[in-house]
């Protein structure tokens, strides 16, 4: 899994701002909900929300919770959020130091694999996801020892999806039994029931990954660009479309590839696709499948392929 460059700010992006949990609006109705999401909810601060996880994953048997966040193309990873309340002390900051989300076995495999992911330190150790080089898998023993550590030994990696979203959640639970064995399949309906809550109360406090752009708005001339990228116009037709220069056009999609974390042309085209927080018009998004294959064609075609 590689990061792009942006990808260190925004891992610190609750802690970096000084924001906790409770000073989110909450954006949906309270219908349906569990009561851990409720009990979570009524929680007056930080800690009191430990305490209701604690107890929570304490009957399972499990000691700690990760909850990741992230936006990625491929396996890109471009904008990530971690939730720190509910792991171990000082290991958010220890992962975050040593960028482990790049080749933890964990985050690969949920992000390949929609069943749950029972592990060990043992398990870790192999490699499972078969995608680490030489260089990594010496930081992958970094890990399995920095685990053992922190007595996160063994447990289940859920991936959770998004609705609406093109960002993708998983949730780790660790104890610091050694072996995977004691994980049942009793266990891990558990760990789902618990993760869905959790992931639930944090889709609705937490902040999005998307208002973690810059503040600056989009500019008219910007929105233009975007949306002739999704539909596929080189650099020159675009600038034929806004009467500007090719020059002109390729400051703005440096400017916008910086905005939105992509690494190139098409990247920055595929992002806009899947994004709507730039269309004011009314214009018809088009399907992000059209979008990346005609910007694709395209850059073939261009001279300003980052």
Request: proline fraction near 4%; aromatic fraction near 8%.
């Amino acid at each position: 899994m590689r990061t792009s460059k942006n990808i260190q700010h925004s891992l610190l992006m609750l802690d970096r701002s000084q924001r906790c949990l409770p000073e989110f609006v909450e954006r949906s109705s309270n219908a349906g909900r569990s009561a851990i999401v409720d009990a979570l909810s009524a929680a007056t601060g930080p800690e009191q929300r430990r305490l209701v996880i604690a107890a929570t994953i304490g009957t399972i048997g499990f000691d700690s919770v990760c909850y990741w966040r992230f936006a990625r193309t491929g396996d890109l990873m471009t904008r990530a959020l971690y939730v720190r309340e509910f792991s171990a002390p000082e290991w958010p900051d220890l992962y975050i130091r040593e960028r482990y989300i790049e080749i933890d076995p964990r985050i690969a495999f949920a992000c390949q694999c929609e069943w749950p992911f029972i592990w060990d330190l043992g398990t870790l150790a192999q490699n499972p996801t078969g995608t680490q080089t030489n260089i990594d898998l010496v930081r992958l023993h970094s890990l399995v020892d920095d685990c053992d550590r922190a007595a996160l030994r063994s447990g289940v990696t859920l991936a959770l999806s998004n609705p609406r979203s093109s960002f993708q959640s998983v949730i780790s639970f660790s104890a610091a039994n050694a072996s995977r064995h004691w994980i049942t399949d009793r266990v891990v309906g558990q760990a789902y029931a618990v993760g869905l809550a959790l992931h639930e109360f944090v889709l609705t406090h937490a902040p999005s990954l998307e208002e973690n752009v810059p503040a600056k708005p989009i500019t008219q001339t910007q929105r233009r660009i975007l949306g002739a990228l999704t539909q596929g116009l080189s650099d020159k037709e675009i600038a034929d479309l806004l009467g500007t220069s090719a020059y002109n056009v390729d400051y703005h999609l440096r400017q916008l590839k910086r905005r939105y974390g992509a690494q190139n042309r098409v990247h920055l085209a595929y992002l806009a696709g899947c994004r709507d927080d730039w269309r004011r018009d009314g214009s018809p998004q088009r399907t992000v499948v059209r979008a990346a294959a005609a910007a694709a064609s395209n850059a073939a075609q261009t001279s300003t392929v980052a």
